[in-house]
T-cell receptor, first 115, second 113 residues
Framework: GENVEQHPSTLSVQEGDSAVIKCTYS??????FPWYKQELGKRPQLIID?????GEKKDQRIAVTLNKTAKHFSLHITETQPEDSAVYFC??????????????FGKGTHLIIQP | KAGVTQTPRYLIKTRGQQVTLSCSPI?????VSWYQQTPGQGLQFLFE???????NKGNFPGRFSGRQFSNSRSEMNVSTLELGDSALYLC????????????FGPGTRLLVL
């Protein structure tokens, strides 16, 4: 089945700086890559997703890039703010709804925004 | 639209007991997936239901089971609870299976003593 590796496990950045979180996946058939943000005690919330026919997608301060050849994708957050502090999860699947094995998640990155 | 809801939010059980968790998807969504979240293993896929049928199943023992009703509400059951079953159980709904984004509920936090 699919295996998703996520790095780093913890990332501390100064407010206003950029943050980058990277994920690699193993299943070349995966074609859907969402990113979820989970604040302490709350549900994971979808912040952005990308499908394999697109190399990059942006939504205000958030962007995701995908390199299908290398099987890796990254989340970029610019001009970080205190409310960006949370755990971020990347995931991969063969279809948006999950495919044969559901969404396979990375272990998460704890993003800390230093004031 | 109201989001995904899960009941109960918190649950304490003892080893050997069984538990049933409930998930109501977003109105109009017909697919429900269940995930287990633990600090050690992260988010792991349990199973997915669509139109009252289990479509996919993750790598969990048979003690974990589920079902979906005609109104798309879903339940999952864990029998013969073990300490390691302590976790946050999340359900996620999507419009149809295999094609749409999943939206998560708040989860049920299960503690097994």
């Amino acid at each position: 089945g699919e295996n998703v590796e996520q790095h780093p496990s913890t990332l501390s950045v100064q407010e206003g700086d950029s943050a980058v979180i990277k994920c690699t996946y193993s299943d070349s058939a995966s074609n859907y890559f969402p990113w979820y943000k989970q604040e302490l005690g709350k549900r994971p919330q979808l912040i952005i997703d990308i499908r394999s026919n697109v190399g990059e997608k942006k939504d205000q301060r958030i962007a995701v890039t995908l390199n299908k050849t290398a099987k890796h994708f990254s989340l970029h957050i610019t001009e970080t703010q205190p409310e960006d502090s949370a755990v971020y999860f990347c995931a991969a699947s063969r279809a948006p709804g999950g495919g044969a094995d559901g969404l396979t998640f990375g272990k998460g990155t704890h993003l800390i925004i230093q004031p | 639209k109201a989001g995904v809801t899960q009941t109960p939010r918190y649950l304490i059980k003892t080893r050997g007991q069984q538990v049933t968790l409930s998930c109501s998807p977003i109105s109009g969504h017909r697919s429900v997936s269940w995930y287990q979240q633990t600090p050690g293993q992260g988010l792991q896929f349990l199973f997915e239901y669509f139109s009252e049928t289990q479509r996919n199943k993750g790598n969990f023992p048979g003690r974990f089971s589920g079902r979906q009703f005609s109104n798309s509400r879903s339940e999952m059951n864990v029998s013969t609870l073990e300490l390691g079953d302590s976790a946050l159980y999340l359900c996620a709904s999507s419009l149809v299976a295999g094609r749409e984004t999943q939206y998560f509920g708040p989860g049920t936090r299960l503690l097994v003593l």
